[in-house]
């Protein structure tokens, strides 16, 4: 259940998984309905840029189901913050 929204992200966008895992919330335009992948993980680092094939993009719509479950994840982890006194 707690990677449910990065499995529809994958599923939903075509993104690669290092790029998915490297998104941060600020990536996600709501407003706009898309995502934006601006960096992408490799071994343990964070680097700027996405690995593309030529059809790829650097942006993919929100689908409205997808940010459904990314607020509800959100919210989710800001209850576990707030449990553990991260917050």
């Known amino acids: ?7 529809l992200v994958l599923l939903t966008t075509a993104a690669r998984i290092s790029t998915v895992i490297a998104t941060r919330w600020e990536d996600v335009d709501e407003e706009e309905g898309l995502i934006h992948f601006r960096r ?3 071994g ?3 680097l700027p840029g ?3 094939s030529r059809k790829s993009k650097d942006t993919a ?9 990314l607020h509800a994840h959100k919210r989710a982890m800001s209850l576990v ?3 553990s006194g991260l917050a």
Do not use: D, F, G, T
């Not at 259940?1 to 499995?7: A, C």
């Open 81 to 83: 913050e707030r449990a």
């Open 44 to 46: 343990h680092e964070i």
């Open 1 to 7: 259940p707690q990677h449910l929204p990065m499995i």
């Open 50 to 52: 996405v690995k593309r």
């Open 61 to 69: 719509p929100l689908m409205p189901e997808v940010a459904e479950a």
């Open 40 to 42: 992408r993980r490799s």
